[in-house]
């Protein structure tokens, strides 16, 4: 596992982009049954969805684009699951990470490939993310919050 230190932003092409052009989304969560797929699909009507979060169970049964992880992948700080190393060898145009509450998870935000990483303030990764917006209880209030961000920055950008 990378060290905070390592990280290297200057590394990337951050890609902005209007809602409508992202095609691969990869969404990190702490639990799967979190997230209201309906509304990601209204928010970004052409892409395609790839989730990510913990399973409490040590064997992995996640299948297609259901990606989980549980403590035992990571062994003396190396990924040892096979389907999650291919998860990260695959390029994203956006990560939202709604994860509040595992630092494993933060693995992943930081060696995908995504062209614009969205997280939310709480975090002591900060650096990891193009977006911070402001935590809420609510799921819904934040996937709102970073979209309303999204566009307006993309309506900035097209200026």
Not at 144 to 158: A, E, G
């Amino acid at each position: 596992m990378k060290t905070k230190n390592s990280y290297n932003p200057d590394a990337r092409n951050i890609a902005l982009l209007p809602r409508p052009a992202y095609k691969e989304v990869l969404v990190i969560i702490s639990k799967s049954e979190q997230i209201n797929h309906n509304l990601l699909h209204q928010y970004f009507p052409n892409a395609t969805f790839s989730f990510l979060s913990n399973r409490t169970e040590k064997e992995d049964n996640s299948k297609g684009m259901n990606y989980t992880l549980h403590k035992k992948d990571f062994f003396f700080k190396t990924l040892k699951n096979e389907r999650l190393k291919n998860l990260t060898k695959k390029t994203f145009d956006l990560l939202i990470d709604l994860n509040e509450d595992n630092d494993k998870l933060i693995y992943f935000v930081e060696n995908i490939n995504a062209g614009l990483k969205i997280g939310c303030f709480n975090k002591p990764n900060n650096h990891l993310y193009d977006i911070l917006t402001k935590p809420s209880l609510e799921i819904v209030d934040v996937v709102n919050s970073m979209v309303k961000q999204l566009d307006i920055l993309t309506l900035n950008n097209k200026k």
